[in-house]
């Protein structure tokens, strides 16, 4: 068996000395040159690399090596302190907001109204407000701010619960919200849910039961059911408590665009009312985000279509 | 000494390759490590971290049962882009009380580091149920169970007791309480009072609500607990970044 005889090609080549089984040995070939080569640059790059960047550490402390970085502190004064990614970090942010402070300036200087109409001012709202929304609002509002039916505000269109103009999106993005509803399945009969579900769906332009309608306004306006203290005698809502508007097309809870036909508009509409809503929670993005960020979102939002 | 150690010991004895294959490999990491027990810079100090409630500590555990770190890393590098996505790079105080960390290195989801108070507690519920329901490119599975099954309260006080023993501030007795009032303030250190622990857990998921229903507490109230925390607990408006740069 060929196995079985010492290659003839390779006997006088080097070996280890090292025997096993009365015939197996070991090769010693070196390594090429271009392999030893390497480990050495390597060798020597790591020297080099101890003595620019914090490296060994002796007692209690390190190294921290010869490369230092400049930035500005706190109170505004040049600082220097060795190498490492904090301070690289502080340094490259304060050279981005360095390039984008001359928009930011005007951003935060400028009124509202005429930053819109600056053309320059607002393609900058609008590049670096879309990245600013997909990073912070885009997971509720959905990446074109068009909201989610049953749990996010659309942002897109015109009706607002707490309010559209500049100053209200501002108060909301900053301070947050909490959209609150009671449950009346206890205060109320399934009889009178009902009736007001028939009067709210009538006036978003639904034909429904005259008759029920009728008795659904009446409990409307009444001290029964008090619904007018927060939608509002017209029903169209109060923006200072954030209450929706009942008489227009739009739903953000009750699921009436979904639903195929009456008996499912009305189902949903009565859940809304025996249950109540204790959600709605838009958290409060003052001290996660920058004033300017703000703004610049605030701004994004209003021209995102519906802002007044 | 060694005269006599010839590698052929090494190699015709599996068990002694085996203890000098691990002492070999055990250097880079022993070299990399070790300093950092004895740097006094290591650990920032920063007001404001304390170890977690109970709830927020069972919801930990679920975190950690459903394996949300193989998606999920724990920890905002000090990058620019991470900066800006994602909010203030951790710092190593901030996991102190984490054993063991979720730094982790795998993001096929978003870094959950600062996810606190980010969403509302309902996004939390709409998204952990379904997340596709609110996030459309999601590739994130559904989690249905976590609102149904009830959240096991019965061993907190003895998984604190486990953590305290690796060092995480739990309190035992009336000695230990009246340390963690001095250290964290009356509010906090009741919170981390072992033999309230189950009292505590259930007035938290009653106060805070996560999941949406009063009537019980859910997995889902505690996993919410515990990603509402995350990344909160350190007021950064109150420090100032160059401090944070001579950590390093």
């Given amino acids: 068996m060929a196995e079985n005889t010492p290659n003839q090609a390779s006997a006088g080549a080097q070996t280890t ?20 080569w390497g480990l050495y640059v390597t060798i020597a790059f790591a020297l080099i690399y101890w003595v620019i960047y914090p490296s060994w550490p002796i007692g209690k402390g390190f190294l ?21 990614t904090r301070a690289k970090l502080m340094r490259e942010m304060q050279d981005s907001l360095a390039a984008q402070k001359p928009y930011y ?27 600013a929304f997909a990073d912070n609002c885009a997971a509720c509002h959905q990446s074109g701010g068009g909201g989610k039916l049953g749990f996010f505000p659309n942002l897109t269109d015109d009706d607002w619960l707490y309010g559209g103009t500049f100053d209200k999106i501002h108060e909301t993005i900053s301070r947050g919200r909490h959209g609150y509803m009671p ?49 509002g005698d017209d029903a169209r809502g109060r923006q200072d408590i954030g209450s929706a508007n009942l008489a227009d097309k739009v739903w953000l809870w009750a699921d009436v665009p979904g ?49 007044r | 000494m060694f005269k006599n150690l010839k590698h052929e010991i090494l190699e015709t004895n599996t068990g002694w390759l085996v203890v000098a294959t691990m002492f070999a490999i ?11 027990f004895f740097i006094k810079d290591t650990l920032e100090d920063v007001p404001g971290v304390r170890p977690y409630t109970p709830l927020e500590s069972r919801g930990r555990d679920i975190y950690l049962r459903e394996g949300c770190y193989t998606c999920h890393s724990q920890m905002v590098r000090p990058f620019r882009d991470e900066q800006l996505r994602y909010g203030h790079y951790s710092l190593a105080a901030e996991s102190k009380y984490d054993h063991p960390f979720q730094w982790g290195s795998k993001r096929t989801g978003p870094d959950l580091a600062r996810v606190g108070g980010k969403y509302s507690n309902e996004w939390h519920v709409q998204h952990l149920l379904r997340p ?34 690796t060092g995480v501030p739990y309190s035992a007795n009336q000695e230990e309480y009246r340390r963690n009032v001095e250290k964290f303030g009356e509010q906090v250190a009741r919170t981390l009072h072992i033999p309230d622990a189950q009292k505590n857990l259930v007035a938290q998921a009653q106060d805070g609500n996560y999941d949406g229903d009063r ?26 970044p160059e401090d944070l740069v001579k950590y390093r």
């Fill in chain 1, 105 to 131: 300036d005007k951003l935060m200087a400028m009124p509202y109204a005429a930053i819109v109409k600056d053309p320059e001012l607002s393609s900058f709202v609008i590049s670096a407000g879309k990245t």
């Fill in chain 2, 132 to 165: 596709k329901s609110v996030v459309p490119e999601s590739v994130m599975p559904n989690y249905p169970w976590l609102l149904t099954t009830p959240l096991d309260v019965s061993d907190v006080g003895a998984r604190m007791r486990a953590l305290r023993t």
């Fill in chain 1, 183 to 231: 449950p009346f399945a206890e205060a109320l009969s399934a009889e009178q849910i009902d009736a007001l579900a028939h009067y709210v769906l009538s006036l978003s332009g639904f034909n429904m039961d005259a008759a029920k309608a009728a008795k659904g306004n009446a409990l409307f306006h009444s001290h029964t059911a008090a619904c007018f203290y927060c939608h």
């Fill in chain 2, 215 to 240: 009537s019980s507490v859910s997995e889902m109230d505690a996993l919410v607990a515990y990603l509402q925390v995350l990344g909160t607990m350190v007021d950064f408006s109150k420090i100032k």
């Fill in chain 1, 64 to 84: 921290p090596g010869l490369n230092t970085l400049t930035y500005t502190n706190s109170e505004g004064q040049e600082e220097t302190w060795h190498w490492n």
């Fill in chain 1, 17 to 36: 000395g090292h025997v096993w089984d009365g015939d197996l040995q070991e090769y010693n070939n070196p390594l090429p040159m271009w392999w030893i």
């Fill in chain 1, 259 to 307: 639903a195929g036909d009456d008996a499912g508009r009305l189902a949903a509409v009565r859940q809304v009312i025996r249950g109540g809503l204790n959600r709605g929670v838009m958290p409060a993005w003052e001290g996660r985000l920058k004033p300017e960020q703000i703004k610049l979102l605030t701004i994004y939002v209003h021209e995102l279509g519906g802002g």
């Fill in chain 2, 26 to 36: 055990s250097i880079g990491g022993l070299v990399e490590i070790s300093p950092l």
